[in-house]
């Protein structure tokens, strides 16, 4: 298939990771954080770990929309199911998210809540057409690669005149988060040497905006697709700039990320959201300017004014190292739940139920397995679709 049997050659793997372990530096060590969920899945799922010098070590980074969701929001969007009796509708991964006293939307919805899944944000345009009677609430999610097609939606329901349609929104920036975690990189935080910044974040947001981290923090940046060998070749050019001496923003994925980005999609967003002054993130903490809501010229659509909930203060499932996780100063099978009674089918935390979550890369892959004794084997070429991010 084009475009992703050639970023899976076998071959070119292998040559890359000889010039990668020729290049290392035996004495000195190469921390590359992958920012994206999409990112660790391709590296587990092909892996590339095992591909790389023992020197270089991949750290993941909390660029999991579903992971970063803050309890409380889940809290809050069952409130909103439950106390307003409203149809609420969001994306598969989500519906299994533990809540507080380990619900989720699965069991609110097996409880008869109103909750449906939905695959795009036309499915809920076509919900609330079909059912005018009732209100439909959009649980929006994810980072700066999702949010134009909720822009979309909104100027749609406006443009319609649908007044049973309304945004839960809880859509995060990814710049915050890279600064939250980098300002607390140190002795008591994570180490780290460089970063492989987002692939499909960055298509919308361009090149540009990532230059404060080698500015303010001496940390070069790579952004990289999210196949192995845009991950190999990436981790190649972090090593060449630490090796160098340099330490500036560099494009690897440049068939599809330029250094302005999206402009018209920007300009929707720009139009249809305004900034949070701040918003939670679980293990970072409340962040400023990290998050977005409906901006004033459409706060009548937006479900948090609409439908005001009561809902008691969050209680994390108590050994749950997500939020170590997603600062990278842990890995999975440090948190005891792992594995038992964690695990995909029975998740613990929101680490184990996405689709780009670290634990459920870690799980699914099996890789945890043998860690010790990596294989060094190229990956085999897959025709397994690519991660979202
Ligand atoms: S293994 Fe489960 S309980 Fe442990 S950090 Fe991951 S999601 Fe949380």
């Known amino acids: 298939m084009k475009y992703i049997d050639e970023f899976r050659d076998k071959g070119l793997a292998r040559r890359l990771a000889e010039t990668i372990a020729a290049e290392a530096h035996p004495g000195r060590d190469y921390r590359l954080m992958e920012f994206c969920g999409g990112h660790t899945h391709a590296i587990f799922r092909y892996g590339v770990q095992h591909l790389m010098p023992p020197n270089l070590r991949f750290i993941h980074g909390p660029g999991c929309p579903v992971c970063v969701l803050p309890m409380a929001r889940i809290d809050h969007a069952i409130a909103l199911a439950t106390q307003h009796d409203v149809t609420l509708c969001t994306y598969g991964d989500l519906m299994r998210v533990p809540a507080s006293e380990r619900r989720s939307l699965l069991k609110a919805k097996a409880d008869g809540a109103d909750i449906r899944m939905i695959y795009s944000t036309q499915d809920v345009l076509r919900i609330a057409r079909e059912n005018p009677e009732r209100q439909v609430v959009f649980f929006a999610i994810g980072f700066e690669t999702t949010t134009p097609p909720t822009a979309v939606a909104v100027k749609t329901a406006r443009a319609?005149?649908?007044?049973?349609?309304?945004?839960?929104?809880?859509?995060?920036?990814?710049?915050?988060?890279?600064?939250?975690?980098?300002?607390?990189?140190?002795?008591?935080?994570?180490?780290?040497?460089?970063?492989?910044?987002?692939?499909?974040?960055?298509?919308?947001?361009?090149?540009?905006?990532?230059?404060?981290?080698?500015?303010?923090?001496?940390?070069?940046?790579?952004?990289?697709?999210?196949?192995?060998?845009?991950?190999?070749?990436s981790a190649l050019m972090l090593v060449r700039q630490l090796n160098e001496g340099r330490c500036e923003v560099e494009n690897q994925y440049t068939r599809a990320v330029s250094e302005e980005g999206n402009r018209k999609a920007q300009a929707l967003i720009e139009e249809v959201f305004r900034i949070?002054?701040?918003?939670?993130?679980?293990?970072?903490?409340?962040?400023?300017?990290?998050?977005?809501?409906?901006?004033?010229?459409?706060?009548?659509?937006?479900?948090?004014?609409?439908?005001?909930?009561?809902?008691?203060?969050?209680?994390?499932?108590?050994?749950?190292?997500?939020?170590?996780?997603?600062?990278?100063?842990?890995?999975?099978?440090?948190?005891?739940?792992?594995?038992?009674?964690?695990?995909?089918?029975?998740?613990?935390?929101?680490?184990?139920?996405?689709?780009?979550?670290?634990?459920?890369?870690?799980?699914?892959?099996?890789?945890?397995?043998?860690?010790?004794?990596?294989?060094?084997?190229?990956?085999?070429?897959?025709?397994?679709?690519?991660?979202?991010?």
């Open 160 to 233: 319609e005149g649908l007044t049973n349609f309304s945004v839960f929104c809880n859509h995060v920036l990814t710049p915050s988060a890279l600064q939250t975690i980098l300002s607390t990189a140190g002795p008591d935080g994570v180490q780290l040497d460089g970063i492989l910044g987002p692939s499909h974040v960055s298509t919308l947001i361009g090149s540009r905006p990532y230059r404060f981290v080698p500015e303010r923090f001496g940390v070069p940046v790579v952004i990289a697709g999210f196949e192995p060998l845009d991950v190999m070749q």
């Open 276 to 389: 949070r002054p701040e918003f939670e993130w679980r293990g970072l903490g409340f962040l400023p300017n990290s998050a977005l809501a409906l901006a004033d010229a459409y706060a009548d659509l937006d479900a948090e004014q609409r439908f005001p909930v009561e809902i008691a203060p969050a209680k994390e499932i108590k050994g749950c190292e997500c939020p170590a996780i997603l600062r990278g100063v842990k890995t999975p099978t440090e948190c005891k739940l792992f594995g038992n009674p964690c695990t995909p089918d029975n998740p613990m935390g929101s680490c184990m139920v996405s689709s780009e979550g670290a634990c459920a890369a870690y799980w699914s892959y099996g890789r945890f397995r043998d860690a010790g004794a990596a294989s060094r084997q190229p990956p085999a070429a897959s025709h397994q679709p690519p991660a979202r991010g």
